[in-house]
């Protein structure tokens, strides 16, 4: 059973940068993405970045292009979060989370999820 444990979140003034991890203990790169999300108070759960595990692609969310930047290390099981330039709308408990099949960025394609980490921007 893959379990994923996200750290790396803490309090960041605007414009500055913090780097999420996850790492996965089991058979993390048979599953075929692995992708972040976040979660604002009050409003649903939504789409950041995505990779896929099998190859190289990535996808991101509009907001975060160009600022974000999604990697992987297999050697340590590892899956980063690479925020630059955050601003206080960025804001958010961030997740991570795993899909066995498909390349996808639709929350509710992805079955297997930490407990996520908190990410406050100040302006």
């Known amino acids: 059973q893959v379990q994923l444990v996200e750290s790396g979140g803490g309090l960041v003034q605007a414009g500055g940068s913090l780097r999420l991890s996850c790492a996965a203990s089991?058979?993390?790169?048979?599953?075929?993405?692995m992708g972040w999300f976040r979660q604002a108070p009050g409003k649903e759960r939504e789409f950041v970045a995505v990779?896929?595990?099998?190859?190289?692609?990535?996808a991101y969310a509009d907001s975060v292009k160009g600022r974000f930047t999604i990697s992987r290390d297999h050697a340590k099981n590892t899956v980063y979060l690479q925020m630059n330039s955050l601003r206080p709308e960025d804001t958010a408990v961030y997740f991570c989370?795993?899909?066995?099949?498909?390349?996808?960025?639709?929350?509710?394609?992805?079955?297997?999820w930490g407990q996520g980490t908190q990410v406050t921007v100040s302006s």
């Open positions: 989370a795993a899909n066995r099949y498909v390349f996808t960025v639709v929350v509710d394609d992805y079955d297997l």
């Open positions: 089991g058979r993390t790169f048979s599953n075929a993405a």
């Open positions: 990779i896929e595990m099998r190859g190289s692609s990535t």
